[in-house]
């Protein structure tokens, strides 16, 4: 284990995470009991425990090299394989920057939703590639706001998932991760850079320490009135 991945596992909380799961939490104490839910792009499904109260089902096409929890349905979220109005909730967390027509998935997630139905989404405005090559966009607020309105849905509320203080601990996380330790990457394809390799080591140290350090301070203050947020989270009611 190195140094980096050490801290890591230890003492980087990431923020993140954190609220990921209180949004998730919020949402699913608001679902009446009996309500049937749908976790859109499920993934692993880590939110499903939250809504032991529904009845929960998950759709996800299931193509990325990672593992899955078994899907209630196994297709693309353009075509979900149910009736209109089927779902009392969907849950659409970290998917929509993976869709090459984001548009047409919205109105088919509007489609299985009953009327008066809520959806929790999030999405990213900042993190890097993943799950590639499924990776197509990243949000503004005022994209989220263009896109669920076209697709028939009525904002209830839009607000910064992470403060400020998250992204930051975030990109602090990417210098950590990212910049060369090797003494050897630096003297190719000139020797000059070589000079910097001290340099580059005590920012790469320093970088995981600052990571840990704001993702704390995330937690403990969110500002969200300078910056950029690394996510927004919204629930929409359909029409
Ligand atoms: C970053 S993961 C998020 C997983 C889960 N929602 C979570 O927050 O832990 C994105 C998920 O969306 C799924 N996905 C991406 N594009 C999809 C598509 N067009 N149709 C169905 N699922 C899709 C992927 O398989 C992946 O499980």
Known sequence: ?????FIKRHFMTNSSREYLARYNRRFATDAPP?????DAGAGEQQYRPYFSHCNYESADFEMVDKPYAKSTYVCDLGSIPVE?????RIIFNQVQEHLPDPLAVLRELNRVLKPGGKLLCTAPLFYEEHERPFDFYRYTQFAHRHLMERAGFQIDWLEWMEGYFGTL?????GMAQHIPANP???LKPSFWPIFFWPFALFVKASAVLLAASFYRLDLAMKITDRGYPKNYALVVTKN
């Open 34 to 38: 009996g309500s049937l839910v749908l």
């Open 1 to 5: 284990m190195t140094f980096a991945s």
């Open 184 to 186: 050897v990457r630096y």
């Open 169 to 173: 601990g975030y990109q602090f996380q």
């Open 84 to 88: 209109d109005g089927r779902f009392d």
